[in-house]
């Protein structure tokens, strides 16, 4: 460890997503001067020189299994409610329907406040508190939120969590039942932030997705255990719901990892799949017709409340990523959404989210369109518990009643 600093050797800096600007980790930095988000570089050639993935048999399951790719030094103590080591379950039946013999479910519901957020969370406050910042807010439209409560009940900081006011009652409950001081705002999480920023004192730090650089590696792990589960090599198509992007961003930087250690062939990456609501589909627009960036949506609509993120702080960064992979974008209609956040449930034993759905709906069309082959390896992501979204499942068994009777 540097003398004096919580980070570990193998962390050489930030580098601006958009412009490669470099920025030292100390004193704290949320995006680059140029207002673009920022991400953690490494020494992979030292790593990859004494550190090999054998070791990891060796280890307790779990997200900090990767210490070494993750920003804070190993004699740093950390806090940790087990978030990581999530399992990738085999699709059987659902493949049968959909015609794939290789499909896989990333199921995040297991995670601390049931949701992948936890991930980004744990190492984005355990980093925050590291360096003496102990008055954490972010905007939330439900799972970020509950997550910074959980982590900075547990790190022994005050959480401030800015939501919308139609926000799925679970959420606000827990908020409020892990300490966090929450406040309502009219509108979506873009308003949300905007309140957050209008309203934070001089010690808050804000851990807005990708306004900071350390959710992303929480989120990455992601990307190390699909490969890890894999036997060290990585599905065809990764189909992922997508709001603010932090967690197909991750994975993608995890690969990028993962071939500098050497860990897995070189060049063989996996086809990213965003998939949004056709209520809210920002960057499904911006995709299909060729543009940089994506311009904000206007009157964003859907029961999925993680794809109701109208503007992306990283939406160049996203989007380059799915023409890079030679991925694809989709906007599936609401009614598909609901109705297979039911069939994912019921086929293979995982209690939904609505994100989930989204991304089964969205492989639907792909599979029918012969965009992803039969014999590909595909995974598919549930980002957490349906039991957050009761006022969602209610809408969708509603709908389902209507659709026999």
């Not at 307790?60 to 004699?75: D, H």
């Not at 109701?308 to 990283?314: C, G, T």
Request: glycine share 12%; charged share 20%; with cysteine.
């Amino acid at each position: 460890m540097r003398r004096g600093s919580p980070f570990s050797r193998a962390v050489l800096g930030l580098a601006c997503a958009r412009a490669g600007h470099e920025h030292a980790v100390r004193p704290w930095r949320g995006l680059c001067d140029c207002g673009s988000p920022l991400a953690v570089r490494y020494d992979l050639p030292r790593l990859a020189r004494r550190w090999r993935r054998g070791s990891l048999a060796r280890r307790r399951g779990g997200l900090w299994r990767f210490r070494e790719v993750l920003p804070l030094a190993a004699g740093v103590p950390v806090t940790d409610l087990g978030e990581g080591g999530t399992p990738l379950l085999p699709a059987m039946r659902l493949g049968r329907e959909l015609g794939l013999a290789r499909l896989w479910i990333k199921d995040e519901s297991g995670n601390p406040t049931a949701s992948f957020k936890a991930r980004g969370m744990a190492v984005a406050v355990n980093v925050a508190v590291a360096l003496g910042r102990t008055v954490l807010a972010v905007p939330s439209a439900g799972n970020a939120g509950s997550a910074l409560a959980a982590y900075a009940a547990a790190a022994g900081a005050a959480a401030h969590v800015f939501m919308p006011r139609d926000t799925p009652r679970a959420f606000l409950a827990d908020c409020r039942l892990l300490g966090a001081r929450v406040t309502l705002v009219d509108g979506l999480i873009t308003d949300a932030a905007r309140a957050l920023r209008e309203g934070a004192a001089g010690d808050w730090t804000d851990l807005s997705t990708l306004r900071e650089p350390y959710r992303l590696e929480g989120k990455k792990t992601l990307g190390y255990e699909i490969a890890e589960a894999l036997g060290w090599r990585l599905p065809d198509v990764i189909v992922y719901p997508t709001g603010g992007g932090t967690g197909l961003l991750g994975m993608w930087k995890a690969f990028e990892e993962l071939e500098a250690l050497g860990w897995i062939e070189p060049g063989r990456r996996p086809r990213m799949v965003c998939v949004q609501a056709a209520g809210c589909a920002p960057l499904v627009r911006a995709f299909h017709a060729g543009e940089p960036s994506a311009a904000p949506w206007q009157d964003a609509q859907t029961a999925a409340s993680g794809l109701r993120v109208p503007a992306a702080v990283a939406d160049f960064w996203i989007l380059r990523v799915l023409r890079d992979s030679r991925g694809t974008a989709v906007a599936v209609p609401e009614a598909s959404l609901l109705a297979d956040t039911l069939r994912l449930s019921r086929r293979e034993g995982v209690v939904a989210c609505p994100e989930g759905g989204a991304a089964l709906a969205a492989l639907r069309q792909l599979a029918a369109d012969g965009w992803v082959a039969p014999d590909e390896d595909v995974v598919l992501f549930n980002t957490g518990s349906g039991l957050k979204y009761l006022e969602a499942l209610e809408e969708a068994l509603a709908a389902e009643r209507v659709a026999v009777g």
